[in-house]
């Protein structure tokens, strides 16, 4: 017994001595009335971050715990190149009393940014107090603190106004639930009419993206802005050689740079292939230079080419693009046609028809092959005509009188021969083409009507008159006609009012390397360039009087009134280097001086070009009798079109002063075109020459819109 005895008191004994050697865990915390988040900035490092707030999670599953976010994201402790441990130096997270203390997070690989360690602890309880016994004051705090940090979790969340989620003002409600998975997935988040949350349109997973006319700048914050406005017609610049003058008001000659600059506004129109949208093209309001194109000399732009300039949207802003003039779209020149009409033997001319009555009085045959025009009197005209037949309608770009070689046209010095064409197409009612007088003193074999206006109204029926005094006339053996079948096609359309392209451009040319495709309808038409004439990528323009002037830029929108003056130089007046003896008899450039020209270019046919000459000089002669006659040559020196003036001197040939103008009006038409002083000296009776002397003034103006 006294061994047994002795077995029951070493065992009380060891009972009532080992909890003296036990350590008894720390009492709860209390918990602190701060956010349970922790943030660090770290660069290259696995962090070794303390946690800083109680983890009060049961087990081992700490992804439970807490979330972990690395520059704004939430990372799964699993990531295999972000992931993350949640450990304490006090020992495993199995056996340690909660709550943990001292957790430290850890990625498993070096990371660099701004770490958020935010309490994220999962509800749940897997045991429970054992009833029928009082609870220890311990275990009572560990539950309630647990339950309160869960809750303060939530609040940071939910409920702070400061928080992470989206809340209604108090009184409001986000009544609606939203759309079920399948139906919202890659759709955007919007607000319906009611201000509940609902669906919309389709965006990128993941990302924004810029789309037409939206530009995204910088970031924190990133500003959204846009260059398009809603639609409207109005066309706001200028096409323009020189920075910020969408009116230029100096010459630019060799210019490598062609502008968009504003000038009524800083929008343009553009289809972007759904809608019509107006493109601001400048930078800010500040913008005077718009867009602009860098030529650069570049042989890309050949030397003496047209092109078509368009304004498109390329992706993100609106830009300009050029289209090279093909023969397709390049304007023809003037034609003889085959069945042109001569004067047969006999009392009437045989090949010609006589459309509307044309013929007022008798043409009497004089002469080897010849019609004579002598009208009994002033009130009379005779009138010669062509019918081009049913549907073969032609606009006559030139006609050509040619005399008998037994009798040149000629006839008294003083008499001015007035003719008129006119065009139709019923035969009735009858349209003025050209009228301009004949000096009957003109000598030679052939007279040239410049009816050089290119792509004129064709007409079925084209009737020529001549009117004299009664007395005086002039014989013709053949009238020539000369014509196109009518314009190129322009590869031009219009839609919502607004010229674009007719088709797409596969080859639109926006530097001197690259070209892009502008799909049907999406470039917008803003006018036509020229290059130089014997360089590539560069363009003229001039303002100020001077010879061989040009203006090789054009705009289709907010036109001008464009005015070129050609003039000949001259230094002194008198005998001298300012005189010259004019010799020919055939046309030729005025003082032969092929520079005294202006050029204008078109491009589109909408609006006609005035030009005029104006010459005041002395003219002496060796003889009597002499004659001058001078005008403007269209595209050549061998004619005159439009009106001219003519000067004779007295029977003593003495020195006379004189003055006079002519003047030319193009009706509509698209190219270039180019305008000469054109001058000859009239047949005299005994042959003698004409010498000019003081040359007062010699100038000529053309004028259009563009």
Not at 14 to 41: C, H, K, M, N, W
Not at 66 to 71: D, E, F, I, R
Not at 596 to 621: C, H, K
Not at 628 to 653: C, H, K, P, R
């Amino acid at each position: 017994m006294n061994l047994i005895r002795r077995a029951l008191l070493a065992l009380v004994l060891a009972a009532g001595i080992f909890p003296a050697f036990a350590q008894a865990p720390a009492p709860v915390p209390a918990l602190p009335d701060t956010e349970r988040r922790t943030s660090y900035t770290i660069s290259g490092t696995t962090c070794a971050c303390a946690v800083n707030f109680a983890l009060y999670g049961d087990s081992t599953d700490y992804q439970n715990w807490v979330q972990v976010w690395l520059n704004g994201v939430l990372l799964p402790y699993n990531d295999p190149a972000n992931g993350w441990t949640i450990t304490s130096p006090s020992g495993s997270l199995t056996n340690l009393p909660r709550p943990i203390t001292d957790a430290v997070l850890t990625f498993t690989i070096a990371q660099t940014g701004t770490v958020q360690i935010v309490g994220a602890r999962r509800p749940r309880r897997v045991s429970q107090v054992s009833e029928s016994r009082g609870v220890a004051a311990r275990d009572f705090n560990q539950i309630i603190t647990d339950l309160t940090a869960q809750n303060r979790e939530v609040w940071d969340k939910i409920n702070d106004v400061t928080g992470r989620t989206v809340l209604a003002p108090p009184g409001s409600s986000l009544a609606n639930f939203l759309p079920p998975l399948a139906s919202r997935l890659g759709l955007g988040t919007c607000w319906d009419n009611s201000g509940n949350l609902t669906v919309c349109a389709s965006v990128p997973s993941s990302t924004f993206s810029a789309g037409n006319g939206i530009t995204f700048t910088g970031t924190n914050p990133t500003v959204i802005s846009t260059g398009v406005i809603a639609f409207q017609p109005q066309f706001g610049g200028r096409l323009t050689l020189i920075s910020g003058q969408p009116e230029m008001t100096a010459d630019a000659v060799g210019a490598q740079t062609i502008y968009l600059a504003p000038d009524t506004g800083p929008y343009m129109p553009i289809y972007n292939g759904s809608a019509w949208v107006s493109c601001n093209f400048t930078s800010g309001v500040t913008d005077q230079v718009g867009l602009s194109l860098a030529l650069a000399g570049s042989a890309s732009w050949p030397a003496n080419t047209i092109f078509d300039i368009f304004g498109y949207w390329n992706g993100s802003a609106c830009a300009l693009a050029t289209r090279a003039w093909d023969s397709s779209m390049l304007p023809s020149a003037p034609a003889q046609i085959t069945n042109v009409t001569t004067i047969t033997s006999g009392t009437t001319p045989g090949s010609w028809t006589n459309p509307g009555n044309a013929f007022n009085g008798t043409i009497n045959q004089t002469g080897a092959n010849s019609a004579v025009f002598s009208p009994s009197n002033n009130s009379s005209a005779h009138c010669l005509g062509q019918d081009w037949g049913a549907g073969n309608p032609k606009a006559i770009s030139q006609m050509v009188l040619t005399a008998p070689t037994d009798f040149p046209i000629r006839g008294d010095l003083t008499t001015y021969l007035p003719i008129v064409s006119f065009g139709s197409n019923d035969n009735t009612n009858w349209t003025i083409i050209d009228q301009r007088n004949i000096n009957s003193s003109a000598n030679g074999t052939s007279y040239t009507l410049g009816i050089n206006a290119r792509f004129v109204v064709p007409y079925r029926y084209v009737r020529l008159c001549i009117a004299g005094d009664g007395s005086h006339g002039i014989r013709v053996s053949q009238l020539q006609f000369y014509t196109t079948a009518g314009p190129a096609t322009r590869r031009l359309t219009k839609s919502n009012g607004i010229k674009v392209n007719d088709a797409a451009i596969p080859t639109a040319r926006i530097n001197a390397t690259t070209t892009v495709n502008i799909p049907q309808y999406q470039g917008t038409f803003l006018g036509v360039f020229q290059t130089d004439t014997a360089s590539a990528g560069q363009v003229s323009a001039y303002v100020n009087p001077g010879p061989s002037r040009v203006y090789n830029i054009w705009n289709d929108q907010n036109q001008r009134t464009i005015t070129l003056q050609a003039v000949v130089p001259f230094t002194v007046t008198g005998i001298g280097p300012n005189s010259y003896t004019l010799s020919s008899t055939s046309f030729g450039y005025i003082q032969s001086t092929s520079t005294f020209s202006l050029s204008a270019l078109i491009g589109y046919a909408q609006d006609p070009v005035s030009v005029t000459l104006l010459r005041a000089a002395y003219m002496n002669t060796t003889g009597n009798g002499a004659g001058y006659v001078a005008g403007i040559g269209l595209d050549s020196n061998n004619n005159i079109s439009g009106t001219e003036f003519s000067m004779t001197t007295d029977s003593t040939g003495a020195a006379q002063g004189f003055q006079g103008s002519a003047s030319l009006t193009l009706p509509p038409f698209y190219g270039t075109h180019t305008f000469y002083g054109v001058e000859y000296n009239a047949y005299a009776p005994s042959g003698t020459l004409s010498a000019f002397t003081n040359i007062l003034n010699t100038n000529m103006t053309a004028s259009w819109k563009g």
